[in-house]
């Protein structure tokens, strides 16, 4: 049986009297990309916060390669690298000096050290700009820059939170390329973003998280399973103002997943057939300029477990 690389196990956190995390369950399997989505306040930053030693939870354990991190924390932490939000980089420093800086930090030799950062320079694409400074660079190569910091000691566990805000499209498919070639069979990414195509892209797995509490973890495939189950119905027409008897019959008969001025996505209530379904929105007077079943993806799956889109 596989062991995990790292665990949750009903994990709480509060401040004060707000729940930031509530009783949160998972596992990160060697060779695995997890995605952890859910819009801003969700728990997301808390929990990679949590995982890599910054906050301390009020219950619950987390282990990393078998050690718990409340009792063995510089084991733990020293098989983990964090690339947070915000760029952790030092713009009056140049490429190359930024990743010895860090490099030292975590132990390594000072000739070690330089060739190890050229050499992860050159895998991000950035062997050219090593002697100049990173407060000149593009977004997307501060980016790069701060995930190349953070595998200075070459861990087995990459947390990357957010880690293509602020990048233009070129290089998030550049990172997220780089990101599966590194990974290997060996290695695990904790994946938090805002972006569901790379969820799509790039996760084995997907844990939904909102008001702190994980709604859903699996595979894309059998996340989509099961919404689709829910026979989507996609309605086309001018839904800014239905009047009462239709908002009636909508919460009656349908479950709302998605609701926008002209177009409304449905999924009916008490395991009506999707053929009847439509049959009873075309006798409703609802108005309707086009209606069709609906293959879902992550957005649909999204929308159905929290009500909202990701950026909400």
């Known amino acids: 049986m596989r062991q995990p690389l790292l665990s949750l196990d009903s994990v709480t956190r509060l401040f004060g009297a707000r729940a930031a995390l509530v009783d949160v369950s998972f596992s990160i399997y060697p060779g695995e990309v ?3 989505l859910g819009p801003n306040g969700a728990g997301k930053t808390t929990a990679i916060s949590i995982i890599s030693g910054l906050l301390l939870p009020n219950s619950g354990r987390v282990t990393v390669f078998g050690h718990d991190l409340a009792r063995e924390s510089m084991a733990a932490r020293e098989r983990m690298g964090v690339v947070p939000q915000e760029i952790a980089v030092y713009a009056d420093l140049t490429a190359l000096e930024n990743l010895v800086f860090w490099g030292r930090l975590a132990g390594l030799k000072r000739g070690e050290c330089r060739a190890r950062a ?7 694409e950035l062997e050219k700009r090593a002697g100049d400074r990173v407060r000149d ?7 790069r820059v701060n995930i190349a910091c953070a595998l200075m000691h070459d861990p087995d566990l990459l947390l990357l ?14 990172m997220m390329d780089w990101v599966r070639t590194w990974i290997g069979s060996d290695r695990a990414v904790l994946y938090t973003t805002h972006y569901l195509d790379e969820a799509e892209r790039l996760c084995d797995r997907i844990a939904v998280i909102d008001n702190g509490r994980i709604l859903a973890c699996d595979c894309l495939p059998e996340l989509v399973r099961s919404v689709n189950g829910h026979q989507l119905i996609s309605l086309e027409g001018d839904y800014s103002g239905l009047t009462r008897d239709h908002e009636v019959f909508l919460s009656d008969h349908f479950q709302m997943v998605r609701r926008e001025t002209a177009s409304l996505v449905v999924t009916p209530k008490g395991g009506v057939e999707a053929v009847e379904a439509i049959r009873i929105i075309l006798n409703s007077g609802l108005p ?8 879902a993806g992550l957005h649909e799956v999204f929308l159905h477990l929290t009500g909202k889109d990701l950026r909400e």
């Open 137 to 143: 660079f593009s977004g997307g190569m501060k980016r």
């Open 161 to 174: 939170d957010e880690p293509t805000v602020g990048v233009d499209p070129q290089a998030r498919e550049r």
């Open 118 to 124: 050229m050499e992860l320079l050159e895998g991000m």
């Open 288 to 295: 309707v300029e086009r209606i069709a079943l609906q293959r």
């Open 34 to 36: 997890f995605g952890l």
